[in-house]
RNA sequence: GCAGGGGUAGCAAAGCCCGGUCAAAUGCACGGGACUUAAGAUCCCGCGGCUUAGUGCCUUCGAAGGUUCAAAUCCUUCCCCCUGCACCA
């Protein structure tokens, strides 16, 4: 039967037999697996498979350990992506229609359906399922839900409700990147070119040109206030006065448009360039008055459109200067700076060998400048002198703002941004914007009790999620538009993504038994009595009580490694905020990502393999375990044509033997059976402890990769001889987690009862656990290979070859190194036990190389019932007679040499 | 800058916590051989250098020092790379 027939098989099984619909059963202990469930803007690919596959795994493992295992699944639609694209491919956007047609292979006629965010939703939620499906994911399906649904909208707002109470919730101002002409909030998919707009604080500074009436320069660094000799200004743009207050501002009228959200600006006129240029302005600091100069690098849509000019420390300035050849003038030192002069700004300048303010090469000057001094500059001039800018920076800035002349404002540093529709994006300062205070303190301790008692896998990534816990403070949890739930204080806004997701996994647990419960009736006292146990319930709440218990807390989260920083902090938070103790999630787990022979996916690069496609391509089960088995768990991993062909071609020497086996007749237990028995059984318990830690990577070399190399020797020295119908009923189940539908197809080939997927994990057998076996096995293995070598040495086919045990003499040698480790003390040990000193002196040698970590030898019986075992084999191999004897019956003077694990070989 | 994670043979990647069995697992790539009419698949051997009937020696695990009988592994200093620094799913 081929992959794809056994894949839909077995899928249809576990479907038919509702396998993964877990339901309480308080006989049974129960185990709580969920991983962040998908964003439904896309189809899934590869990359998200290796979390999902790893819960999967794990929730698998865990059901053959006998617990009674939920793995649920929904989607996030939270948040404003989904929209956006549906806005895009009702514009018939080309790059979006682009990566529709060519990366997830939906032709234009069919995207054009998917206006609707619904609709959208609905198309990538299904493709999703379906993959999972394919996939061989164990989840119960019966428990999906969307961020969207009512019924869950009322459960998010119960938990904004409890944050209220607790006092978490505060209102605050906020400044968010703002389209004027949607008048909505803009974030990285609604801009063009994807970009993100960065915000910064940046410093206004009054320079006053008469009472009442100043012109505002904008900076990063207002420390280098000190050393100003004059103003710029484009004399191609349009310049205003504006109200602000009392005051009169003069700054660029695009600037001035963009402010105005954000000062409250009332412009009363333009005013043209020139006449600007005509102003004397005065230094607040210093008091001095600078004359206004034109230069082409303003831009008069950043800041203010006006900026100040510190010839000796700011690359652009000098250059402009340099430009209006007044390169001579004086230029004050401010800061001062290791391996530089008075002026490096002018020296970076001239040893880039920048040519004007219009050279891309000033960017780098200005770069080299700006960072050093940062980090290193001392200041030379002004009250701070001797200070570190870094330091001196902001006391400057409060001190000035302090007298009045100048004020903070935020900026989009990475600027000018376009909006889609075409707009300029700019900072408007929320003034009711609703936070959640992650900085209380209270709270950050209940958050860091609930981490300390988690398992968190890797373990070295707790440090993550401490610095994370540390760093929250207030967050904002609504936004003006979105899907999602309505934000319970305020109706006209949306709760934020990531605040909607962050116990959702409670909701799991009573999600299908909410189906025909009224949603008016899922009010506050409802959930207080479901999720809290406070209030008094009717016998159906008894029920979803009951079943939030038996399922509470969560065992293991899973989730990449990126959402620490957000999503899983957050996670333990709010779960530490809301729930009792006992409820606190146990168990974190994160991954890495995959990428596509060797390179990052990404949709620019058009590298993205979607999993459905992968599945058609490789099968479901080789997928599965390429995409988790080539790395560590947190590390990335890589996918590629190889690492699954790889994986595939073992899988067929696995499907022969197994039919094999299933053929022959009873097992014959020679000594490679032995072999592999005791290989196998040794892997058992080792596998129980790699399973429990998630060590995939370990976990695929042991019972995968190993086990397919024994399997690659057993069929060499069996010559096909025998039944391995035990050693596969327990490798079968040990494999099961990773490959579900191979292991149910051999399962039921062997004759195994039920679905392996709820099998027993075996047991170890530790009777078949043979090290004489083992050892004498290796022996073959290297005395077969080093008749290899041998032959290609001497380059000549042997026409005879006999093997020789060392005497057991020598291998006494070795335990008596054990109390006399010096080859003195040997030598004198031995003379004692009367052995043939002349040989003693040379094995002796060997001895003393490894004496620190010797181990001791087989028997010569050992070695000579090993060896003399696979004489057919050898034999066979070689095509010519393969002689064992001891060494005592040498017909060769080689046979000397043989030594205990190393016997002697002689071609002929 | 701050915080975290890294630098190992052609590539990827284990080992490092708990020093010796480490010229260093494993996979891929590569070279040689077996099988085959041939190719592919499969199997065996090799894959730092020199050397040898399966061996032995020398030089390696970012760099430089140190501790130790012994260091990829412990300590010190330095260099380099990656990720995050926020409201975005």
Known sequence: MDASAIEKKWSTRWADARAFEADPDPKREKRYVTAAFP???SPQHIGHARTYTTADIYARYLRLKGYNVLFPMGFHVTGTPILAMAKRIAAKDPDVLGVFDKIYGIPPSQAAKLTEPRALVAHFSAEIEQGMREIGYSIDWRRKFYSY????????????????????????????AWCPSDKNAVSAHDTRGDVDPDLDNVTVIKFAVSAGESLVVTTYRPETVYGVTNIWLNPKASYVRAKHGKETLILAEEAAKALDLQLGLAITGKIKAEDVLKMGAKNPMTGETVPVWPASFVQPGVGTGIVMSVPAHAPLDYLALRDLGKEGMRMPQVVSLKGYGAAPAKEAVERLGVKSQDDPKAEEATEEIYTKEAHEGIMHAGEFKGEHVSTAREKIAAKMAKGGSAFPIVTISNGPVQCRCGATVVVNILKDQWFIDYGIPGWKDKAKECLSGMKIIPEKTRSEYLYTIDWLKTRPCTRAAGLGTK??????????????????????????????????????????????????????????????????????????????????????????????????????????????????????????????????????????????SGAELSTDTDFNRTVADGVRSRLALISRLVDESRKKGPAQHGRIEKWLLSRLNRKIGLADQLYEKLAIRDLSLQIFYDVVSDLQWYAKRSKGGANLHDFFTKWVVLMAPFMPHYAEEYWEL????????????????????????????????????????????????????????????????????KANPSFEALMKAAAAEKMPMKDVQNVAKQIMKNVHSLALPLSQDEELGALKDAEAFLSAEYSCPVEVLPEEKAKHDKAKSSLPDKPAIVLE
């Open 39 to 41: 964003y439904p803007n």
């Open 750 to 817: 062997l004759g195994g009862k039920g679905l392996v997927s709820f099998a027993p994990f075996p047991a170890p057998d530790e009777s078949k656990v043979d090290d004489t076996i083992e050892r004498g096995e290796e022996l073959i293995r290297r005395v077969h290979g080093d008749i290899e070598k041998i032959s290609a040495l001497i380059k000549k086919k042997p026409a005879r070859v006999t093997v020789y045990a060392a005497s057991e003499w020598k291998r006494k040698l070795y335990s008596m190194a």
């Open 487 to 628: 934000f319970p204080f305020d109706e006209t806004k949306m709760i934020e993504a990531l605040s909607d997701s962050t116990i959702y996994m409670a909701y799991y647990t009573i999600a299908h038994l909410l189906a025909d419960v009224d949603v008016a009736k899922l009010d506050d006292k409802f959930f207080d009595y479901v999720l809290l146990g406070k209030g008094k319930g009717d016998a159906r709440m008894k029920t979803l009580r009951d079943s939030f218990l038996y399922w509470y807390p969560v065992d293991s989260r899973h989730s990449a490694g990126d959402l620490i920083r957000n999503h899983l902090t957050l996670f333990i938070f709010i779960h530490a905020a809301i729930l009792e103790k006992r409820l606190w999630p146990r168990q974190i787990a994160t991954n890495g990502f995959v990428l596509m022979d060797g390179a990052k996916m990404s949709k620019s690069m058009g590298n993205i393999l979607p999993l459905r496609k992968a599945i058609r391509e490789y099968g479901a089960d080789i997928i599965r375990f390429s995409v988790v």
């Open 149 to 176: 649904d009512e019924k869950f909208n009322r459960f998010i707002q119960w938990q904004f409700r409890k944050l209220k109470e607790l006092g978490y919730l505060v209102k605050g101002e906020y400044p968010i």
